[in-house]
């Protein structure tokens, strides 16, 4: 899954300050995605685990490991 791949990439590069917008950007597209929309009870979070571990693993990783720089561009 590709959410899975970008929290690894934030995991590993994600302190570097060049690749900020690049993963704010990941944020703000996966965020507004319509599945993410459709994702507005705890139900439809148990009907798609998947997507809701990916988004949640997504956003905590880019919260521990991008620098605080980047959050401005939110």
Not at 47 to 59: R, S, V
Request: charged content about 20%; aromatic content about 10%; proline content about 5%.
């Amino acid at each position: 899954m590709a959410s899975k791949s970008a929290a690894v990439a934030v995991e590993e590069f994600g302190h570097e300050q060049e690749h900020g917008p690049l993963f704010v950007e990941t944020l703000r597209v996966f965020t507004v995605s319509d599945a993410m929309a459709a994702m507005t009870t705890s139900y439809s979070c148990d009907q798609e685990p998947e997507l809701a571990e990916a988004y949640f693993g997504f956003t905590t990783t880019f919260v521990r490991c991008c620098p605080k720089v980047n959050l401005p561009h939110l």
